[in-house]
């Protein structure tokens, strides 16, 4: 009976993800993921939606396979957010199924920073440490830990899906490159280069889209909107002075904007959201990324 009610409950909960979409924000750091509401949470009170352990043994997570999530850069919900994508700067990339916490692929992937889900069940990952040189990698879901395509990309963070322009965003160290699909219905599929542009700041941490022509670039010095259609990067206001964002998720319609920003080393604590302004802190977790619901 106990199992029959949470399943229920799980169905429920993703049932519900539309009403909530911009309100739910997948957490993640020291191998362990939440889903909380950001508007009725607060450092006093957070309210946990969905979790992921590493270390629960209904994880089942592939043997020895655990050491290799521990520490968590990003967790992005993909495929209409009925899905968990995880990377970890501790080696992996995991994708999730939220309803059942099922993992459907898995690779070892070193150095992991950023991943997205592809059209026909592939994820691209970009990576900033490998011994056969920085890169972003696609993986087939069906055969995970098994490289199907590989490009050179000096410390890779950040990599976005544009579904409406059918193109690739991959962000390195001092660029940004779009990619098209290439072969992409065969057994050998690949990326070909359309573009590339070089970024106005050092140290690129996080790409974020925002609409299908717009992306938000976050690097040491600060934030900056880049165009994709003007081909041109501009200042972002509210993130001007701040150094440091490692993450940004912002919605022009609302205004609402979440982002972490490194603090101790290379991690934050700290989810900041402002309109309104308030700061989440999560002392049991060292947090890299933060992202919202699409």
Known sequence: MKRHLQFIFVVLLCAGCASVK?????VCGDGVVRIIDMAESDSTNIKEIWRWDKDDPQASLPKGYDKYMRNLDECKFVDNNTKMLLTASGDGMMLIDIETKAILSYAHVPMAHSADLLPGNRIAVALSTHK???????YDIATPEKVVFRDSLYSGHGVVWNEKRQRLYALGYKELREYELVDWNTDRPSLRQVKMWEIPMKSGHDLSPVDENRMLVSAHEGVMWFDINKEEFSPFEPLQN???????NYDPKTGKLIYTKGEIKWWTHHIYQENPNKVITMDSLKVYKVRVTK
Not at 132 to 138: M, V
């Open 242 to 248: 701040v150094e440091n964002v490692k993450s940004v």
């Open 132 to 138: 056969k040189g920085n890169a972003l990698e696609i």
């Open 22 to 26: 911009k309100d739910w924000l997948a």
